[in-house]
């Protein structure tokens, strides 16, 4: 074999070195803008997210401003275009950049679904800066293949996006009513302060599940885990996979929704935006509240009552667990609180008890007829504080000589454990209804 000179050998690695830069350098200048998944309801409350689109080939969205002079003029043009294009695999939509809100939507009565950005969260991401602002995204990639207005442009690259030969963004100048982010410009001049305003908004939604040994994957007990955390915080929020069991918040009232709040979104991503800036203080508020955390929140409970303990593997789909427990009361007790501690939260899926006959199991008579004789008394859930307070003159009634019975569903984490769950119960000195 030929021996290759050392000076040979570094010529022919600059060389490669030079035309991988080059490569690279072409590479970046033929990317796509990239985009964020994100998650909105339209005016009549359907889901849409970015991402699940990708069954298609792309997603048009045009910033929506009912005061905007030529705003109906765009709008017709716009989706005039969709009924061309839709069948070819593009989805058109609106965006409600101001914030409207769903009955002012639903009074204009648009063409298209518009697209409900609740504290103009994702029209910020977005870049959006003009009312009539077209964005055409790659669903599949998070990507922008064009931005700008609702002109002939706009057919061009819808053209090319079908025939799939649009390589680079196309960015086209826009004339239009400029959106007006006033919480962000604000908080830009002054970014929410970490103790004060955002620690408060993680400790009232966050850390019911986020907590060491928590359901949550990771623990949010420090301004440091925080900020660690800060990217992937911001995105589950902008694709509602966070927080859980989310509802839509013109439907009716329900109690035990959990959400986040308009104003305390702008706070924590326009924080998160502004580099999570730690501020002053003397106690992190999230470890101070690591370290507050009580036992019993109402107190000592009148009675506790001791769970079985169950044995959970570390991998496999675990049938429920069905446990009957008998309670030492010679007199009837009215509850008129209960909590449950959970053994372990990391494989506790969640826990329905009853009062039951000394005869009956969980089922009750319903096993074997459409009578009721069992009393529902709480069910936990992760990501609750699960104490459960009833209203004033409302209780439980448990006869004395009946008996608790219990259903467990458990899921594995990768980690044999052992859950006894414990559930305290507050008497009433009052007979309740």
């Known amino acids: ?206 850390l019911d599940c986020h907590v060491q040994g928590g359901v949550g994957p990771f623990a949010i007990d420090s301004y440091i885990m925080l900020l660690g955390w800060s990217p992937m915080i911001r995105e589950v929020l902008l694709n509602k996979r966070m927080p859980p069991m989310q509802i839509d918040p013109y439907v009716g009232h329900t109690d035990s929704a959990r959400g986040v709040s308009k104003q305390d979104l702008q706070t924590l991503i326009h924080w998160i935006d502004a580099g999570a800036p730690q501020g002053e203080f003397e106690l992190d508020p999230l470890e101070e509240h690591a370290v507050k955390a009580s036992r019993w929140v109402l107190g000592e409970p009148d009675y506790i009552v001791q769970g079985p303990a169950h044995a959970i593997p570390s991998t496999g789909v675990l049938d429920y667990y069905y446990n009957n427990v008998d309670l030492p009361f010679n007199e009837d007790k009215w509850v008129r609180a209960v909590q449950y501690r959970a053994g372990d939260t990391s494989v506790l899926h969640h826990l329905i008890t009853f009062v039951t006959g000394p005869e009956e199991d969980f089922w009750g008579t319903e096993r074997d007829s459409t009578s009721t004789s069992r009393r529902f008394v709480a069910g936990y859930i992760p990501g609750k504080d699960n104490v459960y307070e009833y209203p004033d003159g409302v209780g439980v009634l448990i006869p004395a000589g009946q008996r608790l019975s219990m259903q467990f569903h458990y899921v594995t984490n990768g980690q044999s454990t052992v859950d006894q769950t414990e559930l305290g119960l507050y008497f009433s000195d009052e007979p309740l209804q």
């Open 1 to 206: 074999m030929k021996e290759v000179s050392r000076h040979t050998l570094l010529s022919h690695l600059l060389l490669l070195s030079g035309l991988a830069a080059t490569l690279c350098t072409a590479s970046a200048n033929a990317a796509l803008d990239r985009v964020g998944d994100f998650a909105l309801l339209d005016d009549s409350g359907e889901f849409h997210q970015l991402s699940r689109y990708r069954h298609r080939k792309a997603l048009a969205l045009m910033a929506y401003d009912a005061s905007c002079a030529d705003m109906d003029s765009k709008v017709t043009s716009y989706a005039e275009l969709g009924k061309r294009f839709e069948e070819q695999g593009i989805d058109f939509v609106l965006l409600d950049s101001l914030d409207l809100g769903r009955s002012a939507a639903q009074s204009l009565d648009l063409p298209l679904p518009l697209l409900e950005d609740d504290g103009q969260l994702v029209s910020e991401t977005l870049g959006i800066a003009h009312a009539g602002e077209v964005l055409v995204m790659n669903p599949e990639r998070l990507s922008v293949y064009y931005r700008g207005d609702s002109s002939e442009s706009l057919a061009v690259a819808l053209t090319e996006v079908v025939a799939g030969t649009l390589a680079d963004t196309v960015s086209v100048s826009i004339k239009g009513c400029d959106i007006d982010y006033s919480v962000k410009n604000q908080h830009m001049k002054s970014p929410p302060d970490y103790a004060t305003e955002v620690a408060p908004i993680v400790i009232n939604n966050c």
